[in-house]
């Protein structure tokens, strides 16, 4: 697999061009959400860029291909599976492979990136992220599953760390571990969702900082920030519910700016994908976390000068 | 060591089996082992999301169906049929296509005979949103390929849907979508039939006339005019061969004609 190629843009911002597909600057973008075309369309925020759920689009036509055409002519598209099964046991679906293979064709994102996860199970497709043990079996598994992936559409695909509720007593390896070796077997790229870290730590009792400060920076393309619903589990101890129904938690922004300490500035998405918010109130966290790429940018300058 | 395949099949059982117990073997926070049960309200989670984002899915495409039967029937129904035909596809802009024929048989939904029209008229909706883009035909265009010709064949916008219902469907469709509270409104007696079509971005729902029905299906599986204009004579004697095609090429519905 090819890697990533890098440019450095008029404004001295790195660029990176995983797919062949043109740059991908690194500022924030948001998920393109029908309540907001006609938002976009009229007014041309100044926003780096935007994500679709591939599955959105693969109907044959209608308002959603239109729309969609229309705001990749004035933005960079990242483009997010969520129903591959890359983590299943089972064989990876030729058709949806396809499929995505047609939107990659036609939208030419800048970047691929599906789940750590599984979602169909025999013919049954579950619509949710469910999670896997990290043990040799799987890796293997995964592995043959990006190398198909990369294979078909032509480019590097960036994997994403999940959030999970529950854990394996069949897991033999840590998930940084798990991550780092299916970087290593299949050159694909890392999706750091930083909200998933947060959950995760939560609800499995473990040191966010920790998981961050080792997690293999150098290979992130993409990072994730999105709200989270709180619960409690049988212990009365917190149950965090990554929902992306609210906005990005504050603790959440504080382990971000950790984050990009490590990777260096990079394309951020704001995940807000229930009870969808304004336009205006989307776009202000899409500008936080371009301050917070800013401001991280500004204390680099400032430590090499 | 218990092979992933068999993991993943526990998983997806008891996820889809509300009832079903969690899992084995799964461990609590910070790696101890469990019995299994006290990880139940973090599995729970899965549940609900899987259940939760399929009901919503549904909702989104069946809102006046479930308006008509209010939040709380129409989740519990979904629930039951999400349990009996779960999504075969990633792709979910597909999954809904039985539910309408899943409220037919829905005995508690009986009260309401009208449901499932109202669900096949909303299902032909979605599916008019999502389907293939065409141009359609302008009058101009389609006189000059000489309409007079009764042997012509029509090909129609692949969005194209009718809907035949023995309920006014359409007129119930377009009442309990609408905000806010309605005044009191007679129905029309007798059924309706429904043309749905999306020339360009909206889809069009509109009444047709009296034999339309007939017309336009037999045109959509591919009868020349002549033939799908006497389909449409034995149903309804008065059928309207002039302003049938009008409604058709003023909807949007014709892409071209040979």
């Known amino acids: 697999m090819d890697q990533a190629t890098a440019q450095v843009t008029a404004n001295g911002v790195i660029a990176q061009n995983l797919t062949g597909n043109g740059p991908m600057p690194s500022r924030a973008g948001v998920g393109l959400k029908p309540e907001h075309y006609r938002d976009i369309l009229d007014a041309s925020p100044d926003i780096g860029w935007f994500e679709i759920h591939a599955e959105n689009y693969m109907g044959d036509g209608g308002p959603p291909h239109a729309y969609l055409t229309a705001v990749r002519e004035r933005y960079p598209l990242s483009l997010h599976g969520v129903g591959l099964s890359i983590g299943g046991a089972g064989p990876l679906d030729k058709n949806h492979l396809a499929r995505l293979k047609a939107l990659v064709d036609r939208y030419q994102p800048a970047l691929f990136s599906e789940h750590l996860a599984w979602s169909s199970h025999d013919t049954v497709y579950l619509n949710d992220l469910l999670p896997l043990p990290y043990m040799e079996e799987t890796l293997a598994t995964v592995c043959a599953h990006i190398d198909e992936v990369q294979e078909a559409l032509q480019c590097q695909m960036l994997l994403e760390n999940p959030s999970t509720y529950v854990a394996f007593a069949e897991t033999s390896m840590s998930e940084v571990e798990f991550l780092r070796e299916v970087v290593r077997r299949t050159g694909c790229g890392l999706l750091l969702d930083v909200s998933n870290v947060f959950v995760q730590a939560t609800n499995h009792g473990f040191s966010a900082s920790d998981y961050l400060d080792s997690f293999p920076a150098e290979h992130v393309g993409e990072i994730h920030l999105g709200g989270h619903a709180e619960d409690s589990d049988d212990d009365g101890e917190a149950l965090l519910i990554d929902d992306h129904g609210r906005g990005v938690a504050d603790s959440v922004w504080a382990l971000y700016s950790r984050a990009l300490s490590r990777t260096g500035p990079k394309p951020t998405l704001i995940e807000w994908d229930n009870d969808v918010p304004s336009w205006p109130v989307l776009f202000a966290e899409a500008k936080r976390a371009d301050a917070v790429i800013a401001d991280r940018r500004s204390n680099r300058v400032r430590v090499s000068a | ?258």
């Open chain 2, 1 to 258: 060591m218990i092979p992933f395949s068999d993991i993943e099949r526990d998983f997806a059982w008891a996820v889809l089996d509300g009832e079903a117990s969690v899992p084995g073997p799964l461990v609590g926070k910070s790696g101890r082992a469990t019995s299994g049960k006290t990880v139940t309200r973090s599995f729970a989670v899965y549940q609900n999301n899987v259940y939760a984002s399929l009901i919503d899915a549904l909702a989104s495409r069946f809102p006046v169906t479930a308006r008509l039967v209010g939040e709380e029937f129409f989740q519990a129904m979904a629930r039951i049929y999400i349990g009996c035909e779960p999504p075969r596809s990633a792709v979910l802009l597909r999954y809904g296509t039985s539910f309408p024929d899943f409220v037919v048989q829905f005995s508690p939904a009986g009260s309401v005979p009208y449901l499932a029209d109202v669900a096949r008229l909303e299902w032909a909706w979605h599916a008019a949103y999502h389907s293939a883009d065409a141009t359609q035909l302008t009058l101009a265009e389609l006189t000059e390929a000489g309409p007079d010709a009764e042997d012509i064949t029509i090909s129609l916008h692949p969005s194209l849907g009718v809907v035949r219902a023995p309920f006014p469907v359409v007129t119930i469709w377009q009442i309990s979508g609408r905000e806010g509270k309605d005044e009191p409104t007679q129905l029309p007696d007798g059924g309706e039939d429904a043309l749905v079509v999306r020339p360009k971005l909206d889809v069009e729902v509109r009444r047709l006339p009296e034999g339309g029905a007939v017309f336009v299906l037999a045109l959509k599986g591919g009868a020349t005019l002549q033939e799908a204009a006497s389909s449409a004579m034995q149903e309804a004697p008065a059928f309207d061969l002039k302003a049938n095609l009008a409604g058709l090429i003023t909807s949007g519905a014709i892409v071209s004609v040979r």
